[in-house]
């Protein structure tokens, strides 16, 4: 991204996590990437994923906006803290960037129902710790299946997981298909150019598994003997 820098580039997007691929930044090459970024050029850090990280992963992005004037950090209500319906999120930016920001929001973009749930959420530590002990164990079932069934997938820091279905360029949708007949929906990443692959998101025990065995059977066609 910083070789991809241009005399055009006025803001750069990260995700950490990464969305669909699930891979991760440490947050020391977070904080070398916003050293070597031009202060005129914005960087966002979206932290859509960031509840899910282990403690041992965790860094600290609010010391990096103190330092780095150029950052805005983004978090999400929809996923780790599963307010996904009430459309909130927020950001944290020193004071120059967030002026800008609120120039040109919309009025009345966030309804204080949605503000009063979100309080009372960040203080509700047990449900985060409780989610993503579910999503560890729940990518430690689908991985292992994953390799069970000889399926290439990419490590992920997310609550979700790219997992290649084929080796031709139609197998994505193939298997999306399939996997919608028996009532599963996954995520088709072919408009990421990732033809060959799904995103499955990691659910409950059960739904992983009603997940597993559909996917089973969307991919016997091609293995008539197995
Ligand atoms: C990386 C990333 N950022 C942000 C979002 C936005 O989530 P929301 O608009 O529900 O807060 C998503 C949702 O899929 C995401 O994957």
Redesign the pocket.
């Known amino acids: 991204m910083l070789a991809a820098i241009t005399s055009k580039t006025k803001l750069i997007f990260v ?1 950490n996590p ?2 669909p691929t699930g891979s991760f930044l440490t947050g020391k090459e977070i904080a070398d990437f916003l050293g070597a970024v031009p202060q005129h050029i914005v960087v966002v850090l ?1 932290e ?2 960031n509840e899910y990280l282990p403690a041992e992963q965790q860094y600290d992005a609010i010391a990096m906006v103190r330092q780095y004037p150029h950052l805005l950090v983004s978090r ?3 996923k780790a803290y599963g307010l ?1 319906g009430l ?1 909130l ?1 927020y950001s944290v930016a020193q004071p120059e960037l967030t002026d800008l920001l609120n120039r040109i929001r919309q009025p009345f973009n966030v309804n204080t129902l949605a503000q009063a749930a979100a309080i009372a959420a960040l203080f509700d530590q047990e449900f985060l710790d409780q989610g993503a002990t579910l999503n560890r164990q729940g990518y430690q079932q689908l991985t292992t299946a994953f390799t069970q069934m000889g399926l290439h997938y990419l490590p992920s820091s997310g609550n979700f997981i790219l997992v290649q279905v084929g080796a031709d360029d139609g197998a994505g949708a193939r298997v999306n298909l399939a996997l919608l007949k028996q009532g599963v929906i996954v995520r088709p990443v072919a408009n990421y150019g990732l033809p060959k692959w799904l995103r499955v998101s990691i659910g409950l025990p059960a739904e992983n598994a009603a997940f597993l065995s559909a996917l089973e059977k969307s991919l016997a066609p091609l293995h008539p003997h197995a």
């Open positions: 995700a990464n969305n979206d859509a994923y999400s209500f929809s996904a459309r999120g």
